[in-house]
């Protein structure tokens, strides 16, 4: 047992948890025969961290400029996780984050448990490192608080020592410090909320090492451990150092990497042991492109005060990653739950599957559970916007597996021309099929936006007159995995179209497309109700439901 990392093992709290018990028609890690398959969270939640209190696992993961932010997930098992909630419901300061902020904002957060308390510490990196504590996992969580101002810092995490002293973890976003590839180590007051030392440089990942981040802080038999990735997302490996000093000198090795397996890039991600102390297990991402940051589970194992991540066939002291394993030999056997998926909008608040592009105004968006739908009023895009790209009211959710559909039912409302409402898949090219309110009357459209974080216009590919308001709007999404000039392997998502008037026959509209990334961020699939300029009142969209299928 490391009494610095795993305290919360060693105590009793009750805990709400989110008793969604959703199981998704499209990805299912839990093999249910005692084997799991990476990934076993299919969906962008990237730079994870993880920690053990209990019989409970908690995880965290990157939000960027998307709202609500800093989400929590939970499992029992390490396998099976579902969507606990989100730390914030808004992305500080507001006045910044209310408008679009692509790849800005939540990077990279670690989790754990100290004093009875769960404590969260993120970075900005163009403001600095905060943290943010609470009872319970659940919420309410506190508001951020500094720790730690500066531009260009990242990817922290604390370790409280035998001691009661306090130390912070963290890299550097070379985009921003005009350097990287680098980690620090800075001593905070007792109760983690301040910096109290200057930064002590700790390791130079210069030249062997480059892009050295995504660091966590451990100790365990008198060592002090820093696990992090290195040699970029796609192309790197896993390091972990150790030193009898917190300042170091740190000794170094690469403790995973690709090796032959079809996993590129193992990256940075967070160590965690079952209840009883005897397994030690791995959570980290694997960057799949328009696919996002999925979450990977490897096994861990010491050998000589060294950790080793993954299978080491060859016994050199470095793993590579597993596709299919044994599940974690936990208390019991748990039931198949993951990230809830689909929406009938039954209940009075917004599944915790969506995030808004941008911090939401309350006006967007009406929750009426009770009538068995969601309204969603139009708005215009604001300034220089000159596509979707721009729009903070766009509602959206991660992709959830390689292969799936969504399907959505809506009945729009317009008020005035040129309100349009309708199913998006979002990155930086995207495409919709909607509906457009026109010169004479309603009209079917399919479109795309190639390079619309550049600013491009929208193609239409296919337009058909409407003669009724209710619609049913469906994209499928198919993967295909081919490598790429450098070798690594790249996945591409094609989406086609299909609209319905009576939701039972689908016809094919428009063209394909191929999704793409975001900004940090994979491909987002959702909803949007949009007008062309400000005016005094409002159109609207009745969203019935919203489904993910095979």
Known sequence: MIKSFFLAGLCSISLAVSGQNYTSKVWQPDLGNGLYKNPVIYADYSDPDVCRVGDDYYLVASSFANAPALPILHSKDLVNWEILGYALDKVP????????????????????YHNNEFYIYVGDPDAGLYMTKAKNPAGPWEPLTMVKEGKGLIDCCPLWDEDGRAYMVHAFAGSRAGMKSVLAVFEMNAEG???????????????????????????????????????????????????????????????????????????????????????????????????????????????????????????????TPVSTYKKPDVSKTYPAVNPIESDEF?????????????????????????????????????????????????????FPAPNFSATTKLTFNPMYKGEKTGLVVMGMDYATIGIENGENGLILTQNSCLKADKGAAETNHASIDLKQSTVFLKVDIKQSRNKNKEGILQPTGTCTFSYSLDGKKFLPFG????????????????????????????????????????
């Not at 032959?260 to 193992?266: A, D």
């Not at 968006?365 to 300034?383: C, D, E, I, P, V």
């Not at 990334?517 to 062309?532: D, H, S, T």
């Open 346 to 398: 039954d209940e009075l608040t917004l599944g915790k599957q969506w995030q808004w592009q941008a911090n939401p105004n309350p006006l967007w968006a009406f929750y009426a559970g009770n009538k068995g739908y969601m309204r969603l009023f139009s708005w215009q895009l604001l300034g220089e916007a000159k596509n979707l790209w721009d729009a903070p009211n766009l509602l959206l959710q991660k």
């Open 193 to 319: 909320t301040k910096a109290i030392s200057e930064d002590r440089l700790v390791f130079d990942g210069h030249p062997n090492h480059s892009t050295t981040e995504g660091s966590k802080f451990y100790k365990r038999n008198g060592y002090y451990y820093i696990m992090c990735p290195a040699g970029g997302v796609k192309p790197g490996w896993q390091l972990a150092m150790r030193s009898k000093s917190v300042y170091g000198p740190y000794e170094e090795r690469i403790v995973m990497a690709q090796g032959k397996s079809e996993i590129n890039g193992p990256h940075q991600g967070g160590w965690v042991d079952t209840p009883d102390g005897k397994q030690d297990w791995f959570i980290h991402f694997q960057d799949l492109y328009a696919y996002g940051r999925v979450v990977l589970l490897e096994p861990m194992k010491w050998v000589n005060d060294w950790p080793v991540i993954g299978i080491d066939k060859e016994g050199k002291g470095c793993g």
């Open 511 to 550: 063209e394909s497309f191929k999704a793409r990334e975001g900004m940090w961020i994979g491909a987002k699939v959702g909803l949007y109700c949009i007008r062309p300029k400000a005016i005094n009142d409002s159109g609207y969209t009745d969203v019935d439901w919203f489904r993910i299928d095979k």
């Open 93 to 112: 300061p507001t006045e910044r984050f209310d408008k679009m902020q692509h790849g800005n904002g939540i990077w990279a957060p670690s989790i754990r």
